[in-house]
């Protein structure tokens, strides 16, 4: 049986057709199907829940905490040489950053600076997770050699003597107590300050309203098809949502991504030392100065703490990368786009074993996953009375 002409000329313009369509596709990046929405409504900042409560922290939510606690975090007497304060790593006009490779104060720290923008929402603070609560971390930096290098005893005192600081405590805290209890006190009021800071709308939150709106036209006026083609590798091809999702765009968990340290530098181990610190900490969940009676530390309980651990750090929000480079909880990677070439090689870690595929994405690809991540920046907003 022979093919009739016909039947030719309609396979030619079905095929003509579909090559049509596929490299229309390809050209206008712009449609998104129902699921395409889901995800997009999934990393929108309006979809962040309410803060929850913390319970083990009974002044977390007081508005007199917070001002209290915002005093104390721009207060510079509780340092070795008067000159410290938590801000001057976390610099409010850096995303509480201080765009060093490592935090400098009285000495210099072991890691970088993270911002602490929206990380009221986190179970775990530091690269490490090595504290359970925003209270009990605050305490840690007062006393690190490198950073405050003050103690428990000297933070106490200038509260006690300060006669604004002594009134504000009182009408928290009630009279003087132990050492301990006062100085998770003073953790706890900064801690009330801390929750107020949250990152703001980006320009990626206004395009996913008018994506939910289904204005095509606000859409076009608020992203480039480059940035559009970004965002559809960071949530396709690339996989990013792997680990950066949720509107914050973490998962809150820890993963080795295999960051090459600074020549010379050990190897830092990661989560796998800091689960053990957190569970040893007398002022975690289950210690003696959480305000929850029912010590309901469901965190602590089932934290993981297998070998998967070794070199592996918090992931970390990616609506904070506007002024904050050198990335890397050790700052070893000096901008967006060395990150994303190393995502891109994904090494062989040095320690542990990296979690991250390569991605053998082209350069065009890896400009345009850089240019939707330039979106999500935004200034952030805190108590600033
Ligand atoms: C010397 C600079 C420096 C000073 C001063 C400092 N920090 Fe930090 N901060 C850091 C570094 C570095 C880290 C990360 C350390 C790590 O993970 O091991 C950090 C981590 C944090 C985190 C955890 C954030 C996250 O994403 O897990 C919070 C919260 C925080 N600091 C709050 C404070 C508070 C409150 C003070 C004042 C009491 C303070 N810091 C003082 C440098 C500093
Ligand atoms: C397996 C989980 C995982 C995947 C997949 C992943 N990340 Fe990450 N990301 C992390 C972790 C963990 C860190 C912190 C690593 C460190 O410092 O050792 C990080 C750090 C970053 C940083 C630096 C942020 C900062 O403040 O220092 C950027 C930018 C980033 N990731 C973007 C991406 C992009 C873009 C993709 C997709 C190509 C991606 N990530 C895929 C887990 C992941």
Redo the contacts with the bound molecule.
Sequence with gaps: MSIRPVTLAALAITIATVIWLVSRWDYSPRGWSEEGVAVLESLWLESLPDLPPDPTNRVADDPRAVEFGRR??FETR??ANGA???????QPERH?T?GLP???????????????VG?AY?P????????DS?WS??????E?S???AVNRLTTIAIVVADKDYWRMYKALFGEASSVDTMFSNI?KA??AF?RTIMPMPSRFDRYVAAVVAGDEAQQAAIFTDEEVRGLRLFIGAANCTQCHNGPLLTNNEFHNTGLINFKGEVPDKGRVV?IREVLEQPFNCRGAHSDDPARDCAELDFARTGPELIGA??T??LRNLENTAPYG?KGQVATLADMLTHYNEAPDAMIGHNEAKPLGLSKRELANLEAFLRTLAAPASYSDR
């Design positions: 104390l975090f509780f340092s410290i304060s938590c801000a001057t790593c976390h509480f201080d490592k935090g400098v104060a009285i000495g210099v720290s072991k890691r970088n600076t993270p911002s602490i990380t986190s775990w603070f530091y690269w490490d997770g090595r504290r925003q971390q605050a305490l840690s930096p007062l690190d490198n950073e405050h953790g900064i801690a801390e800091g750090f918090r970390p929000s909880h």
